[in-house]
């Protein structure tokens, strides 16, 4: 095959976005690209020295565009290309600034390619994250000065990255100006600058550099969670968590507030921590993924508003107080050295606003990566801490409430409660006619009653997983009545079944031969009033919304956090934490919060929408509704006579004797489903 | 008289604007002038807090407005006015806010009281003041928070300051943050809060404040100087100045680039020098105007382009050689503490732009105030320091140039030359038929030939005026030829002119009986050569500016600085530095560069006015300029026969001999003109 002759203009198609238009022969494929308005990404803009535009030529026929595309529509491959592709790369990859268009050509844009590329996410029925980060980086040759046009060095890297990118009335962080001059000739003119929001250049370097890298934080009373991304690509390259150093001031969130509110100089000992534990964080997923803490430019932040305060230096007792006022309920913008986070110095901070007092950050990041705002179907999502953060809605209107639920779903103000950690009983079975237990800990995968338990270290107490678990089996056993108190005539049927005080407890682990050793756990009779209380605030303040919203229940259910991930949702329904709901869509969120943690610092858009958003979302102060203390004390009871129920019970091994009677092949149909692990 | 009965609306004129409209009766005064757009100042938004809207109300027929203004045209005065007011207060003086209109009412509003009111400056022929400044105090009174509206306190407090003063889209300083809910509660909800630009709160105290102060800083290689000014009114209230401590590392601004090329960090350690005294000096000047130095929140600075760039931490090595390259050329905003400036943590600094790379902040602060600019008439401004910074033109263009004179008007690279300070010699006459001299130091009022002048001190050396004087008189006096030699045959006249090396000197002060202690100070040959080599640079760059305007002569000349203050503009033209000029259109314009600071500090929109201006003003580089070299060439010689010369002749006692022979009756006019001190 013959070279065409040179026309004055080709015909260029790009796939797979199918922009097409003329182009005069002998422009690049980015120019092409450019001017088609086609998103092929670059940093050196077009100078051959980053390989971001990669692009492969289709070769032949193309009957739907109605171009014939041959190899030699495109220039040979420069040396710049033959440096970065090796010998067997396809000969269809191209450097998109390298490859002169010399007659009509289909250009395919590998996803890799387009500077706005979609980040896969596991799920698909979350917010989508499209990589288009606060923070890019600008390549750009600067004009040296001269004694004829005395402007200043500052001036001429502003000029250049308009001219080059159009980027107009940039501004200069005011630490780099001491550097800037030694910079751009160490550089020989040629520098990258690491520009915020297209509108402040907060790094500069000498030369070529393509790779910025962001972190995303999650705060949480317990743990705290750091993730770092390529903010380029978006992939995430390491994430690593430690527990939050405040608990040495108190093991809950309230208890927190009650320092600061005791101690004067006690929010700054707690902020101070944070900070530490923090920046740990950013410096050990940094080291995991082989990058200096300097190369982070953006950080985002999420955490209930407690931890949202402290991180940002603000005093929570506010937030231990009615009317639970917040410092400020928007997005906050800082810099990594205002919160003394190891990053680059220019580096910026964005902490995603909190929702109301008791609604942070978090549920607004939970809210962000579950979107319940785009869909129709209405989602309730369900965030369980100290307090439940609640969020109704779909993308008509959207509902957010605090529920009161104490800390006991984190097995603190349980007589064997502890945190889930390895020891705590997670899991727990009883069985219907011996009322003996079985159960697992953290940290171990046998059954108490298997082979080899003996070896799995002392028991240390129960979790909030573990308790929901033994008292909807207490329940289910027949242990439990409806009304919440634990029957003493079963202690005819059982041993562990004993008396305490006035009222009954049971005893789930004793200490005693072939059980290993650890203290033992007993269920109270408080113990089992401490998670009415918690799950009928959970309960009601999810009716409250679904009141307010007009429906009788939700389409989905999903939950978020550690608490959602943890527990066995069947249980969870058992007990009547939730609305009903069908069990199938009853669903954990994972690690919603630190998702949304990393959609807004992938995509500064999703910030505005997430501002968007909160200030969309409709309070309710669950303290001033009148109706939420009705559904509270109806909510007590353990709900067994409701249609929902006897739907559950089809799924679940629900005795009808816990209901006012077992019906005929009950017990069969027990041994038959035993509940799946 | 009666009342009149309640009109629906009353006319209203306030003057001096002459602004007058129909108010709804029962308004105030304050609304009044704020529905008409009269500008009445508030700070307590008409809480009848603060004082600042004070107005009298004319009593009488106004003929003119056609209008009847009685006494109880206005309200009685309230309970706030009788506190604000003492009993002998006029009783026409009236609070703005608190006098509600009754009927037609003529309004005057005193100076005082406008809030873009302007500073009487001492000359009516440079920039007028108008008190407009960059920071501004709002008190506002921020709703409480509820159960019902979470919203946060600071999204109350924006909402505040939105509704009461229009100020939308606010954003609040990070650092204010931590202290944010205790102001608010510490005010009961009443704030006062600085605002920057109208965007940016950057402070905030409860309750009402009125007073915010700030500092203009002036930074010359030898002295800086910094003036305290209250932001509300205009007022300067304390100036002071010390020795630039940065001496210590170089005399004059090239020892100093060149101590920061041979020392690394040298730059770093002359930053903290200048630092460290600039915040002593606000300090200072705070303590004498008693005022916290955390109440000053903006701080203006110019200086030439290496003290600005020290100041601003910027390596000034790229200053010391072609191209000249300045760090930026713009004007730059920074934060008080990115200085290490004594101020409130979030107060603003605001450097002036530098010209170009020899031409500084210094003088486009001095531009901004002399303000050619604004004028029909070409001046020629100058402002001698190592340097020559130089800005000829008008309203229509403005031109700029440095001129490389060295530092020999400063008095070094002379024999005996010193800074101008105490014992310098800096005044001189040399009797033209004995060839003695007599003359002055600083320090000390009476001439060397006076009696009393023993009590002098010594004589330490000849200051920057000291050595222009003696080589004028020298060459009045016939010593000094035109071509600069000094003229060995003078020997014979007078033992003074003394035989030195191959070369010969004037003898102006030996030590001896009846003339105090001190030091020798001979004039040398290369003592004349350094100063002809500088009065020629300087003479050659106004040239050069003046062809490229196409000019020959300025309309007028103003020498700005401690040297403009201190030399005799008669013997400056004597020698010819300075292009040709009515003697009394060439003047002192003072401590032009602090006014151009002071200015800024006052007026943000003299900031955009004097960026604008930089801006414009063409830059002119000697060292590329071929008509520069034949100008310093042709400007060598002492001038002596040109029009202007003989001109200059008739004003200053200036000899025949000296222009090649003695009239008859020079002598006799002489004696009868000795010039005047």
Chains 1, 2 share one sequence.
Not at 343 to 349: D, I, P, S, T
Not at 497 to 511: H, I, M, N
Not at 625 to 633: R, T
Request: aromatic residues 4%.
């Amino acid at each position: 095959m013959t070279a065409p002759p040179s026309p004055a203009t080709v015909q260029v198609v790009f796939t797979p976005s199918g922009k097409r238009g003329q182009i005069q022969a002998g422009k690049s494929v980015l120019e092409a690209a450019q001017q088609l308005g086609v998103d092929l990404d670059t940093v050196c803009g077009g100078r051959g020295l980053c390989d971001r535009c990669q692009i492969d030529q289709s070769i032949g026929e193309f009957a739907k565009f109605k171009i014939h595309s041959t190899a030699d529509h495109l220039s040979p491959p420069s040396a710049a290309e033959r440096q970065f592709f090796p010998a067997d790369s396809p000969p269809t990859r191209r450097l998109g600034c390298q490859a002169k268009l010399r007659g009509d050509a289909v250009i395919d844009v590998p996803p890799e390619s387009q500077a706005h590329r979609q980040v896969v996410r596991k799920r698909a029925d979350v917010h989508q994250i499209t990589v288009n980060p606060a923070v890019r980086l600008y390549y750009a040759e600067v004009p040296q000065p001269n004694m004829h046009e005395p402007s200043g060095d500052l001036q001429r890297l502003l000029d250049a990255l308009e001219f080059e990118w159009g980027l107009s009335g940039l501004r200069c962080d005011f630490h780099l100006l001491p550097a800037l001059q030694q910079t751009l000739r160490a550089g020989d003119w040629k520098v990258t600058a690491a520009v915020h929001l297209d509108s402040r250049i907060i790094a500069l370097w000498p030369g070529l550099r393509t790779a910025a890298y962001g972190a995303a934080v999650d705060i949480g009373s317990t743990t705290i969670a750091a993730h770092l991304c390529n903010l380029a690509t978006g992939e995430a390259l390491a994430s690593d968590g430690r527990m939050n150093p405040q608990i040495r001031f108190g093991e809950d969130l309230m208890s927190r507030v009650s320092y600061a509110m005791m101690n004067p100089g006690g929010d700054t000992d707690m902020t101070a921590a944070v900070r530490e534990a923090v920046r740990g964080l950013i410096e050990s997923v940094a080291a995991a993924a082989g990058v200096d803490p300097a190369e982070v430019l953006d950080i985002t932040v999420v955490g209930n508003p407690v931890m949202h305060h402290l991180l940002l230096g603000l005093n929570p007792v506010e937030l231990g107080g009615a009317p639970f006022a917040l410092a400020t309920d928007q997005a906050t913008a800082a810099r990594a050295g205002d919160l003394q986070l190891s990053a680059n110095r220019g580096a910026r901070v964005y902490a995603l606003p909190c929702i109301a007092g008791h609604v942070g950050a978090d549920a607004a990041a939970v809210t962000l990566s579950e979107a319940p705002h785009q869909r129709d179907e209405i989602t309730l999502v369900v965030d369980v801490g100290t307090n439940a953060e609640i969020v109704l809605g779909n993308r008509k209107r959207m509902l957010a409430a605090s529920s009161p639920t104490g800390p006991a779903f984190e097995g603190a103000q349980i007589s064997g409660g502890q945190r889930a950690a390895p020891g705590a009983i997670e899991r727990v079975r009883i069985d219907r006619d011996t009322l003996e237990p079985r159960f697992r800990i953290i940290g171990f995968d046998a059954w108490s009653d298997e082979p080899g338990f003996a070896g799995a270290g002392g028991v240390t107490g129960i979790c909030g997983s573990g308790i929901i678990e033994v008292i909807a089996e207490m329940f289910l056993a027949g242990i439990i009545r409806p009304d919440g108190i634990i029957d003493g005539g079963m202690a005819a049927k059982s041993s562990r079944v004993q008396p305490d005080g006035k009222t009954w407890r049971y005893a789930l682990y004793q200490r005693g031969p072939g059980a290993g050793e650890g203290v033992a756990v007993h269920i109270t009779q408080n113990d089992v009033r401490a998670i009415q209380l918690a799950k009928a605030a959970l309960y009601a303040g999810a009716r409250l919304l679904m009141d307010k919203l007009g429906i009788d229940q939700p389409d989905r259910i999903r939950l978020a956090g550690a608490f959602g991930a943890h527990i066995d949702v069947k249980y969870a329904m058992v007990l009547g934490m939730l609305p009903d709901c069908p069990l199938e869509h009853v669903t954990s969120a994972g690690n919603a919060a630190g998702a949304g943690a990393i959609i807004a610092l992938l995509d500064k858009t999703a910030r505005l929408e997430v501002e968007d958003l909160v200030g969309r979302i409709h309070k309710v102060e669950t303290a001033v509704e009148a109706k939420f203390q009705d559904h509270f004390v109806e909510a007590l009871a353990i709900p067994h006579k409701t249609a929902a129920y006897a739907n559950l019970r089809r799924q679940v091994d629900i005795p009808e004797a816990a209901a006012g009677g077992e019906s005929p092949g009950g017990k069969q149909r027990r041994q038959r489903r035993r509940v799946a692990r």
